[in-house]
């Protein structure tokens, strides 16, 4: 096995240089307690970005994993497979979805949906109403279309010309109806922003937006990568806010540790895509789909309320805290507005054995939805000694 100096030298020499890294490996874990390759253990309150849905080493994942693994690895989409199939059912019956389309990630699966929200509006009006309207602050992937999508300057350097017809609204419907304007096909949102610093939209704001969609026939596109599969408190967490969205997309957690990413079509837009307009060689991987199904079926009304409980108990201790400033977020998703530089409180944690997330300025929690009540304990103590 390598030692961390080892894999630190080749990461550097061969691994393209896109990620700032924390100077840890990991070797292992069991639920939200991971190991180091320097011998460590460390509480993690970052999920891998809310991938690592019932955190590491769960037996009965590994299990569901595994049977499929011996099965089977991958069919191509030109055949049918089992566990594809009994994932989407399981999606529309839990969501009242119509159809869903499967991809390996978060950014594919918003790409997805955009196209389909094109074709809808191409079919149905033809020519001239192909904008997409995102929020100011939203990340929705790297693809081209998703990063155009994506309503923060820093990430567009470099990469133009992007996308056309993509306009970006503050979220108040002011800003939406200037930027719709009779053009717009689709408006994409998170209900909470993740990457954009874990911004819980107004929920009078998201339902006048619904209704505005629905009144002009513009698709509500609610991008569930991060904030989907039980995170929130709710399976989905559009589920918050009363609305029907026209098409959901999720990813991170659904297969609780391996790429998936998955495109919800609600009644409108069941049948937009038809043969050959999408696809994708890796889509509906039979292991991925595997695992999907045991993380679905365990994300029961029960864990939900657990998901709620452990929220409120991280944020009613994290509020008594010194240098934290306010607090943001839903269930198990939670931002830290911190008094002390986010980016070297995370470090700090890191070197006092706690894994924590920053995005825009702020600390951002998103713990397994198993972590212990000792896990969470033991990682609010060392916060608590990090942010004082
Ligand atoms: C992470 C994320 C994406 C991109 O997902 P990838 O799997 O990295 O492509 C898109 N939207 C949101 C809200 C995300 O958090």
Known sequence: MMNFEEIRSLDAEY????????????????GATLYGADGKEYIDFGA?????????????WIEAVTAQLKKIQHVSNYYYSEPASKLAEMLCKRTGAKKVFFSNSGGEANECALKAA???????????????????GSFHGRTLFTLTATGQEEFHRYFDPFVPEVGYAAPDMRDIEREA?????????????????????DPSFVRSLAEYCVRHDILLICDE????????????????????PDIVTTAKGLAGGLPIGACLFFGKTENVLQPSDHGSTFGGNPVSCAAACNVLSRITEELLLEVQAKGEYLRAKLKGFDGVRSLSGLGLMIGIETAKDAKEVAARCLGKGLLVLTAHGKVRV???????????????????????
């Open 15 to 30: 691994i393209a240089h896109t990620y700032g890294r924390y100077p840890v490996a990991f070797t292992g874990g069991k």
């Open 225 to 244: 990568v991060q904030t989907g599969n039980g995170r929130t408190g709710k399976l989905y967490s559009y589920e918050h806010f009363g609305v029907s």
């Open 48 to 60: 891998g970005i809310a991938v690592n849905t019932f955190g590491a080493g769960d037996a009965e």
């Open 366 to 388: 998103l713990p397994p939805l198993n972590i212990t009540k000792i896990e969470m304990d033991e990682g609010l103590s060392i916060l608590k000694e990090v942010l004082r």
């Open 118 to 136: 094109r074709k809808y509006s191409f079919l149905k009006y033809g020519k001239g109403r192909a904008k997409i309207v995102s929020l100011k």
């Open 181 to 201: 304007d009779g053009s717009a096909c689709a408006v994409i949102i998170e209900c909470v922003q993740g990457e954009g610093g874990v911004n819980d939209l």
